[in-house]
């Protein structure tokens, strides 16, 4: 990866222009049998359609908060990145009552209305699929983010030292992140290889091994949902499917 890269943002950039067909973020979820597998592009594209709705349709600005009440998903990595080219701060489990936005998934919509700002709602099923009923009060992430732009280009230049990111109890800035993110992959050895992980995004140590050091490494991520509902024999097949080289659980 390019030794300048100092958000997240810069690391997609980064992986897109070094090799933008190999796999990104392979996503299961064990409770549905949903797999999906995106490459850096079709990662990137999803993320560039995501920013272009959170600073155009929802006007969200540099410094404003976005409480993202979302599980381990690659709908919520998308959401990640979206944040971090916009600039505005990616609060994870944030309280929807003092965030500009909020973006729920389908268990979290009673919380998610505490937010008097925008809201957005994710259905989270397969093939990223709408909510049969659109969620009173939300748009529906589904329905809005296909005819948003394939291309992102923000208002505003992202000052990699502001704030990025918010996860139990800790802030980093996008040079924060990008540092500690190198870091533990070379503590978890993931260099361009691929790392299992079934932790949640609910702290730090979940976002760096089911995203940010597999993206800061030129490495990928098998981000594995309800692991803890996989048969016997599952996971080990898997590793070895996915040539998985460093597994997190």
């Known amino acids: 990866m390019n030794a300048n890269d100092r958000t997240p943002a810069d ?19 064990d409770a549905t049998g949903e797999r999906v597998e995106l490459s850096v592009a079709t990662f990137a594209n999803w993320v560039a359609k995501t920013a272009n709705l ?35 701060v990616a609060d994870v489990g944030g309280d929807p009552a003092s965030a500009d936005l909020v973006v729920s998934g389908p268990d979290s919509l009673d ?7 925008e809201r957005v709602a994710l259905a989270l099923r397969p093939l990223g699929g709408r909510f049969p009923q659109p969620p009173e009060g939300f748009a529906d992430y589904a329905v ?4 948003q732009g394939d291309r992102f280009a ?4 992202v000052d990699p ?14 040079a924060e992140l990008v540092e500690r993110a190198r870091a533990d ?3 978890l050895g993931v260099g361009p290889g691929r790392i299992l992980s079934g932790l949640s995004y609910g702290d730090w140590e979940g976002l760096s091994s089911g995203l940010y050091a597999a993206l800061a490494s030129g490495g990928s991520v098998v981000l594995c949902r309800n692991l803890d509902q996989v048969a016997e024999g599952v996971l080990e097949k898997r590793v070895e499917d996915e040539r998985v080289t460093v597994t997190v659980r």
Do not use: I, K, M, N
Request: hydrophobic share 45%.
């Open 144 to 147: 809005e983010v296909p005819s």
């Open 111 to 117: 919380a998610a209305r505490g937010c008097s700002g």
């Open 54 to 88: 959170l600073q155009g349709d929802l006007a969200a600005e540099p410094g404003d908060r976005v409480a993202l009440l979302l599980p381990a998903h690659w709908q919520t990595a998308v959401w990640l990145l979206a944040c971090s080219s916009v600039g505005v």
């Open 161 to 174: 030292d502001e704030v990025a990111l918010a996860v139990d109890g800790v802030e980093l800035s996008g």
């Open 185 to 187: 992959a070379g503590r």
């Open 11 to 29: 690391l997609l950039r980064s992986a897109l222009a070094a090799d933008p067909g190999r796999p990104l973020v392979t996503f299961y979820d």
């Open 154 to 157: 923000p208002y505003a230049p």
